[in-house]
């Protein structure tokens, strides 16, 4: 039986809290009704599912190393950034009941999101281990990356703009909702930055799988963690608000419909 590593132990460290978070998300997307949820909640519970898996592979590594166990391993820690950044996305549609935000145009930042999440997939797939065994990304996957950098910047933006259009008139459920991305942003930011400069700098301490598994736990696993329960904390309390409403996509001529629970 091979050696239990510093980064197994982080693995386990993530199957234990993701199942909560799953658990936590499927409850808020129940909550706020499955179809009229979809487009906002689902990302949680795909981005807990995700590091679920992520962590499987890794501990698949103590027993079982291969190259193809690595790369399940890089791409579900590169893909993970695409739910991680729609489920902020998506609290903005639960947040704008009476869409202020053009739907269009947030439906154009999830495309460019799934974009990044195809290029990150394909860059990691095809690329090779350099002469030192570690990976270094490619062209592909810094295209990926600087979408996924583009779509955070975007929905700073449009965070800032809701938020300055609405602060007189939020309910408690949506002031709740605003404290989540605010209280995450920071670790967001942070845990884009660990990605950034895994891919765009030659710092082998921020290589994947190889890379210094402390710097990894602090600023890319913790900061997951950390923003994720915020939001799903939050998130909970919110949808059991009296003044909570569903948010039904579909418009009709005198508005969107919603309705209260």
Excluded at 58 to 76: G, N, P, Y
Excluded at 95 to 108: A, E, G, S, T, V
Aim: aromatic fraction near 10%; proline fraction near 3%; glycine fraction near 6%.
């Amino acid at each position: 039986m091979g050696t239990v590593t510093y980064r197994d132990g982080i693995a386990i460290l993530q199957l234990i809290i993701f199942p909560l978070i799953l658990v936590a998300a499927l409850f808020i997307w129940n909550r706020t009704g499955w179809r009229a949820g979809s487009k906002i909640w689902r990302y949680g519970v795909t981005l807990s599912l995700i590091r679920i898996a992520g962590s499987i592979s890794q501990l698949l590594t103590i027993d079982h190393d291969s190259h193809d166990v690595e790369v399940a391993v890089a791409v579900c820690e590169l893909i993970g950034l695409a739910p991680l950044l729609l489920t902020y996305i998506g609290v903005l549609r639960q947040i704008d009941i009476d869409q202020r935000l053009p739907p269009r145009f947030l439906n154009l930042v999830t495309l460019v999101c799934i974009v990044a999440l195809i290029l990150g997939i394909a860059g990691v797939s095809t690329a090779n281990d350099s002469n030192d065994g570690t990976y270094h990304a490619g062209k592909i996957v810094k295209v990926s990356m600087a979408l996924f950098l583009a779509v955070f910047a975007v929905f700073v933006v449009l965070a800032g703009w809701l938020w300055l259009q609405l602060q007189y008139s939020l309910r408690a459920f949506q002031k709740k909702l605003f404290l989540a991305v605010a209280l995450s942003c920071p670790f967001l930011v942070v845990r884009l930055v660990y990605s950034a400069i895994s891919d765009y700098a030659d710092f082998s301490s921020f290589t994947v799988i190889t890379g210094n598994p402390t710097i990894y736990l602090c600023m890319s696993v913790l900061e997951e963690i950390i923003a994720m329960a915020l939001t799903m904390a939050l998130g909970m309390s919110a949808v059991l608000e009296k003044d909570f409403v569903r948010y039904n996509p579909v418009k009709t001529q005198s508005g969107p419909e919603v309705r209260e629970v």
